[in-house]
């Protein structure tokens, strides 16, 4: 994997403000490179270190094994969920 892109993409990460999200799918065009799949693979190898629940699939869900921890962390922040799902349109983060 592109370590440059990997970089970028966790640095991206790390600027979603509290209490927001952006999609796998609007941080890989923010970049301009990869896609979806490439940004959910960053975030599964080496996401761990970032706030990993801030980047959801595009209908504001998560892979079943993260979202347990990731309720938890949207309760915390404030981040506005519905029915296991985060509204995307309501917590997509500026500039996204």
């Known amino acids: 994997m592109d370590e440059s892109f990997t970089e970028a993409v966790l640095e991206v990460v790390e600027q979603i403000p509290s209490g927001s999200v952006a999609t796998f799918g609007l941080i890989a065009e923010r970049l301009g490179r990869g ?31 993260l979202v347990v921890d990731a309720q938890e962390h949207w309760r915390d922040e404030g981040t506005p969920v519905r029915n296991g799902r985060v509204v995307v349109v309501e917590a997509l983060a500026p500039d996204f």
């Open 35 to 65: 896609g979806a799949r490439q940004v959910g693979r960053v975030m599964s190898l080496e996401g761990h270190g970032v706030p990993w629940w801030r980047v959801v699939r595009a209908d504001g869900t998560l892979p079943p094994h």
